[in-house]
């Protein structure tokens, strides 16, 4: 439940930052919206290339969009993959 709403919020996130590529907000807004999307692009690109960096070429057949979620989602794709291990 937490991990599906961590989920949701990263993707409402997402949308908030990136409609304000197509549609700039008011002028103080926008500043800080472009900041937060530059930091988040370079957190979790951060993340998804450690993670890419680390896999085989077996298991990069076997899950193509792994990094990509994780990229997306952040923290909460690595608990949704605990939370499988733990099952």
């Known amino acids: 439940m937490f991990i599906i709403l961590g989920k949701t919020l990263y993707t409402i996130m997402w949308l908030f930052l990136l409609v304000n590529l197509i549609h700039p907000y008011p002028k103080p807004a926008n500043i800080v919206t472009n900041i937060a999307l530059i930091a988040l692009i370079m957190v979790h690109g951060l993340q ?7 896999m085989t070429k077996q298991e990069k057949r076997q899950d193509r969009f792994k990094v990509l979620r994780l990229f997306l989602f952040g ?9 499988k291990d733990n099952k």
Request: charged share 10%.
């Open 48 to 54: 998804a290339w450690f993670l890419s960096s680390t």
């Open 75 to 83: 923290l909460f794709e690595t608990l949704s993959w605990k939370n």
